[in-house]
DNA sequence: TCCTACGATGGACCAAGTCCAAGTCAATAC
DNA sequence: GTATTGACTTGGACTTGGTCCATCGTAGGA
């Protein structure tokens, strides 16, 4: 955990509380939180923290590479802390449950030049549906 | 083309001309349109329509299977008239554009019963990014 | 301890999408 | 051809998720 105030002081980010409890709420949870959710847990520590400075140091996170955004659907982007391992998701179509997995095999390798169109292909993201046990069973 | 609204209205679909013209709309565009552009399209041929029905048509086109979502980041999502082929997407993360793709290998194949935690895995939805030609130059 | 540029604030604003009460009309029945 | 009716459409208000910006506050270097 202090390993990313560390990493993001070594980076000459200015340390702030605000930035600090962003940081930690997120690095404390192994789930991936919308920023709203965030915010809610950042205001219990820290109840004057703003909307728009949970939205910047979000957006600071990601572009460091520190998270990433997860755009699961239409609705609200979530955040995942676990940057570092690469993974896919899988969701849950029914409650929206979030699980990283990871497939074996290179993704980047089954699209053939003749698919490529001339783009520089730098990532590519899966993301797995189904029913999660619970769902199933209902 | 009609082949399309045939197939709506043997499944029960009560033909208005609202619901003609956005049919018309993605049926005859190769390229994934929001529901805005569909909107602007479909208000050519019928000034009259409304943001409304637009949306309810393609939230109904969807879920009869005929047209799929792309929700490609936290924009606008994008409707695929291409459903009846398997394929994924690969998006320029510079202007957004997109183009269908056919990888090689079954990538449901690729995560092991060990990686799906019990759950029912349906589908994999598999976004490439990259630069497209016309950005990586710029 | 003082300075100052970087960061935080909150409230207005925006884009995408949903909801709803009232009006309209496609398809069936006669 | 007309009547009937329930499904469809309308448009405007509303919601959600997110951005912008002028102003104020403060971390960290000198």
Chains 1, 2 share one sequence.
């Not at 998270?67 to 896919?88: I, S």
Request: glycine share 6%; hydrophobic share 35%.
């Amino acid at each position: 955990m202090s390993d990313l105030l560390d990493r993001l002081r070594q980076r000459g980010w200015r340390m702030t509380a605000q930035r600090r409890v962003v940081a930690e709420v997120l690095d404390g949870e192994h789930v991936h939180l919308t920023a709203d959710e965030v915010l809610a847990r950042a205001t219990v520590r820290l109840p004057e923290i703003s909307r728009a400075t949970v939205y910047n140091t979000l957006g600071e996170l990601v572009s460091l590479g520190e998270v990433t955004e997860v755009a699961t659907d239409g609705r609200a982007k979530r955040y995942d802390p676990n940057a570092h391992r690469p993974h896919q998701h899988l969701i849950c179509s029914h409650c929206g449950a979030i699980r990283d997995v990871h497939p074996a095999g290179d993704p980047l390798a089954d699209l053939p030049d003749s698919e490529r169109f001339g783009f520089t292909v730098s990532e590519v993201e899966m993301t797995y549906r189904g029913l999660c046990p619970d769902c199933n069973h209902a």
